[in-house]
């Protein structure tokens, strides 16, 4: 049972570079979401889905897009990248069982990006 | 708005030592959880506890336990007897009990743990 994995684990990119941060999960759950995590400012929510076809936005979305065609995968889009997205980025998901905010997130290990 | 503080950026201790890490949080839901997280140096990010917004019933695992305040919105942890493998970065998060789909997270605390 592989969880959540997330590639690639290091990516070095120039300034408005495109790429696409992949994640998979192998446990059918229906929330699968992605942050980024920075010096000082803990994790932030930057989109999540519900389930396959259904997307939104969280707290920081600008430069991102996502789209969710199968429940396993979640791909993170960097249009053109900046060096304010230099990060670390985690892919989280947890099950879709009600009530749905006692579901724990299980955590990729993690894409360190790097935007010269 | 929801909102989560840890104020302790960095704490140190000398192995042994108990030590208290503390979470405040603002919601405006009546119903939420309160979760806790590890992230060791190796960056993977580790669940350690969930707790109900109906329960305000302390818990105890092993050296870890967690004091949960609803009239001071605080849910605080404490390690006891430290070791040196409990250095990591902790956070505390919250999520409204029906929805989940938005975790606030704090900023973290990183704790050493000095031998």
């Known amino acids: 049972n592989a969880g959540v994995t997330q590639t690639p684990k290091f990516q070095v990119l120039k300034t408005g570079q495109s790429m696409t941060l992949q994640c998979a999960q192998d446990?059918?759950?229906?929330?699968m979401s992605w942050y980024r995590q920075d010096p000082g400012m803990g994790l932030r929510l930057i989109h999540y889905?519900?389930?396959?076809?259904?997307?939104d936005q969280g707290e920081v979305p600008n430069g991102y897009n996502v789209s969710r065609s199968t429940t396993e995968d979640f791909p993170l889009r960097l249009l053109s990248a900046a060096p304010s997205q230099t990060s670390v980025y985690f892919c989280?998901?947890?099950?879709?069982?009600?009530?749905?905010?006692?579901?724990?997130?299980?955590f990729g290990a993690g894409s360190r990006l790097t935007v010269l | 708005a929801q909102k989560v503080t840890q104020a302790q950026t960095e704490i140190s201790v000398v192995e042994k030592e108990d030590v208290t890490l503390d979470c405040v949080y603002e919601t405006r839901d009546t119903t939420y959880y309160l979760f806790w997280y590890k992230q060791p140096p190796s960056g993977e990010l580790v669940f350690l506890i969930r707790r109900n917004s109906f329960d305000e019933q302390n818990e105890i695992s092993g050296r870890y336990s967690w004091n949960f305040q609803k009239s001071t919105s605080s849910f605080n942890f404490t390690i006891t007897a430290s070791q040196v493998v409990d250095s990591a970065v902790y956070f505390c998060?919250?999520?409204?009990?029906?929805?989940?789909?938005?975790?606030?997270f704090g900023t973290g605390t990183s704790l050493t743990v000095i031998p």
């Open positions: 446990m059918n759950h229906e929330y």
């Open positions: 989280a998901s947890r099950p879709g069982q009600v009530p749905s905010g006692a579901n724990v997130l299980t």
């Open positions: 889905s519900v389930g396959a076809g259904i997307t």
């Open positions: 998060a919250l999520s409204d009990l029906f929805t989940g789909n938005q975790f606030y």
